[in-house]
Every structure is written in structure tokens, then in C-alpha cells.
């Protein structure tokens, strides 16, 4: 954990056009708009052609509809959908990566002043502070279940302790240690059990997540913190449809992958750079939107009812560790990937080589 305990580099990003347009005055009907977020004339770049679109249709209040998003309806886990929720990146170190983009819907909480909150997307109830609600203490897996289970508190007593992928949904990737939006309470450097089971083990190991992103297994007589839950719907649809182009489209998220990434184009090891790049320039099936995808998005295809691998096999030849397009916030120099062997979520010094799986968004809606 030292390692973490780094001076933070203040990355300071030059917005050209929020820069370059002056504000308008109070008494102005005309709202500026967003300049950051909409690329004019839809080329996947905010460069000097947006200013110059924007300066030529300001007078006339007559401006292009911003490039779309995927969708991501508030609530959708509710009806059994997963969705993609916004990984909290907003700034951009490279062109193609999560701040250039910024997909999914953005976090959104409800703090119901009673110490609890809820999850506007997922509809998931949280302890606002697990620390002074339940005990400041730690459990083993069995006692942290046991915990969770005989909680009575805000008048309900239906608690639980949280999945992996429910625990994985508080995450913003935006901020350091701990990397969960401040209106909960989390302790630093500090590691909070879920329910779920390790598939290799399932009798002696289950699935932690770190205060600061990480996802990994560890023995269940460990003593971990916990997360207490309520809510939540576990049903499904039918998740995955292959598309017969070498292409797979999750119906869950409303985003396509490539099926096999050893096809030409997409195969060898390489790093975050190249891998961002390559994504970008990648023509497959008749699309040329490819990207590579953020921490959320490759995460969601993570199957922890399976390992070696642990994703539905209808993805083929999956390598052992892929990139994402999320950098580790706090940390200079190293991205988020996903190992699809068993499941672990960790980052890596972006100059190591690693594998990738390119994602586009196969149905838009604007969210931002």
C-alpha cells in the first residue's frame, strides 16, 4: 500500500473551447452550452472545427445535436437490466480513453438523511456510514454475512451483504483512495468482503473489493469490512446474441463486442497507448466507431459463476488480461485492466503490453 502513498500530479487540461468562447452575461436568453461534451460536427474530436461551427450558428441559436451515448436508464437493474454506469473520469490524458469519451450514465445518489442512501441507477439502499450503523470492526466472510443478515436498521431488516458486481457499482474510478463518491463514508487502504463465492473455491475463498478499485479473491477467515445492501432484483434476460459478423451484442448494456479478439487488427499484446489507438482506428464488420472500452463496460462482462475464463463462452480465444481506457486516478502512469481468468480487476504501468477487446455503442441515447 505504500506504493499508493505517492505525491498526486496535478494534471491540468487546457479545454479549448471552454477557453476560447467568453460567457454570456446573465441578462442573455441564449444558454452557453457545454462546450466540453459536444462535438459539433460529429468527427469523435473537440478541436478548432466545433469553435468554428459554433461561432458561425451561435447568433442564429441553431446548434447540431451532440454526438449520442449509449443508454443507460436511471434504475435499470431494477428491471433486471444491468446497463453501464460512468466510470467518474472526466479528464482526458490521451485521445480515445475514458475522459475523452466519458460514456454511461453519470453517478446519481439519494441521501434520504436517515444514514441511508440509494442508487439512482441501480435502485440499490446503502449504509451512508457502515463504520457508526453497524460496529467499526472487521469480520470474516461467515460473520460478515451473519452481520449483514441480522441487521435491523431505518426500519428495514432486509440486509444483505452486496454481490461483487453490486459492490463494483459504488466504485469512482475519478478519485483516489477511497474511490467512492463522498457523500458515503469509506476508510482508505481498506478491503470490504461481497457474497460472492470464488468459483475456484468456493468453500475457502470469495471476492473482496480494495477502498481504492481493485477486484480480487481472498481466504474467508480473513477479516474484511463490510458494506450492508438492500434491494435489488437478480433476475435476467437473455443476455448475449451473437450476430453471426464476428461480432456479440449484450442486450443488457446495449453494447457490441468483438467476438474473437485474435482476429486480424485486434490480436498481439501492446500497450495502453497502442491499445487506445488501435481501438481507434479499427474498421470491423462495417463499423469504425470501435474504442476500447472503460473500466465499467469490461468489467460488466465479467462472469463470476465461471473461471479460466470467467466470461460467457460465447467470446472466444479470451487472453488472459485486457486493457481498459481508465487510468488509475492518483497514480501517473498506470491504467485499469480486467483478467478475464478468474475475474480480477487490477492496473498495470501503461507501458506493459496487455491484450484488448473492442466495444462500440450499438444503440445510442443521449445521457449527458
Not at 436517515?114 to 441507477?121: A, F, V
Not at 453490486?166 to 469512482?172: A, F, G, H, R
Not at 481506457?325 to 483478467?339: C, E, R
Amino acid at each position: 500500500m505504500q506504493d499508493r502513498k505517492i505525491d498526486r500530479v496535478v494534471l491540468v487540461l487546457s479545454i479549448l473551447l471552454g477557453g476560447l468562447i467568453h460567457p454570456v452575461s446573465a441578462q442573455d436568453p441564449v444558454p452557453t452550452p457545454d462546450l466540453p461534451q459536444i462535438d459539433l460536427n460529429h468527427d469523435q474530436v473537440i478541436d478548432a472545427k466545433d469553435l468554428i461551427i459554433f461561432m458561425s450558428q451561435w447568433q442564429v441559436q441553431i446548434l447540431p445535436t451532440p454526438t449520442p451515448t449509449p443508454p443507460n436508464p436511471g434504475g435499470a437493474w431494477r428491471e433486471g437490466i444491468i446497463g453501464t454506469i460512468a466510470t467518474g473520469v472526466t479528464i482526458s490524458q490521451i485521445s480515445g480513453d475514458d475522459g475523452h469519451y466519458r460514456m454511461g450514465a453519470p453517478q446519481s445518489f439519494s441521501d434520504h438523511g436517515n444514514g441511508t442512501i440509494t442508487d439512482n441507477n441501480t435502485g440499490l439502499m446503502w449504509l451512508k456510514d457502515p463504520a457508526s450503523t453497524v460496529v467499526s470492526a472487521t469480520y470474516t466472510w461467515d460473520e460478515a454475512n451473519q452481520a449483514c443478515a441480522s441487521l435491523e436498521f431505518s426500519g428495514y431488516s432486509d440486509w444483505r451483504l452486496p454481490s461483487i458486481e453490486e459492490l463494483s457499482t459504488l466504485t469512482d474510478a475519478g478519485r483516489p483512495d477511497p474511490a467512492i463518491n463522498p457523500i458515503f463514508s469509506s476508510r482508505t487502504e481498506a478491503a470490504y468482503w461481497s457474497a460472492t463465492p470464488f468459483k475456484n473455491n468456493p468453500e475457502g475463498h470469495a471476492w473482496m473489493k480494495y477502498s481504492y478499485g481493485p477486484v480480487n479473491w481472498t481466504f474467508k477467515s480473513v477479516s474484511n469490512f463490510i458494506r450492508p445492501v438492500r434491494g435489488g432484483n437478480s433476475s435476467k434476460n437473455q443476455r448475449f446474441t451473437v450476430n453471426g459478423n464476428g461480432t456479440v451484442s449484450d442486450n443488457n448494456t446495449g453494447l457490441m463486442w468483438i467476438q474473437d479478439p485474435s482476429v486480424p487488427g485486434v490480436a498481439g499484446a501492446m500497450n495502453w497507448s497502442e491499445a487506445l489507438s488501435t481501438c481507434e482506428s479499427l474498421t470491423f464488420a462495417g463499423f469504425a466507431d470501435w474504442r476500447l472500452p472503460n473500466l465499467n463496460e469490461l468489467s460488466s462482462l465479467i462472469d463470476y459463476s465461471r473461471s479460466a475464463p470467467a466470461i460467457d463462452p460465447v467470446f472466444l480465444n479470451t487472453s488472459s488480461w485486457a486493457w481498459t481506457s481508465t487510468p488509475v486516478a492518483g497514480v501517473p502512469g498506470q491504467s485499469w485492466y480486467v483478467s478475464f481468468d478468474v475475474g480480477i480487476v487490477f492496473y498495470a504501468k501503461q507501458g506493459l503490453t496487455g491484450y484488448i477487446r473492442p466495444v462500440r455503442s450499438a444503440l445510442t441515447k443521449t445521457t449527458h
